[in-house]
């Protein structure tokens, strides 16, 4: 599901944004690093996090998240000068476990994983 061009984009540094809303539909949005996200083999993205804890109450109750994340340093549609992407998942909060274990020690100042179920991963530009 996620292209070669996504994986690039994963590969340059840039912001991700990460979406979520609870029953209120009042959304929170948290932002990350390109450089923190890691895709697993069956293509779940996994972030650090420290924090989040809006996101975590709303996940809690609609699990349900959109992330955004681009580089300009990846060429787009078109010869376009960057690109990025829209990723629509479900995502789930954990705080132990081997994927936990092996991103805490990599990213000390975590204090959870997000873990994002891809459903569609859309190409903006």
């Known amino acids: ?13 840039g912001v991700v944004s990460i979406t979520s809303w609870g029953n209120d539909d ?3 949005v948290r932002c990350t690093w390109n450089s923190y996200l ?22 809690a109750k609609n699990d349900q998240i959109i992330l955004t994340l681009g580089s300009r340093e990846v060429e787009g549609f078109n010869n376009y000068q960057g690109t990025g992407f829209l990723v629509e998942g479900r995502a789930r909060f954990t705080d132990s476990g081997a994927e936990f274990e092996q991103m805490k020690a990599e990213f000390p100042f975590m204090n959870k994983l997000l873990e ?10």
């Open 1 to 13: 599901m996620l292209s070669q061009t996504f994986y690039a984009v994963t590969q340059h540094e």
């Open 26 to 28: 009042k959304p929170n």
């Open 38 to 59: 890691r895709i697993t083999e069956d293509e779940r993205i996994l972030a650090p996090v420290a924090g989040f804890t809006s996101v975590q109450g709303d996940v």
């Open 116 to 125: 994002v179920t891809v459903e569609s991963a859309k190409q903006l530009l």
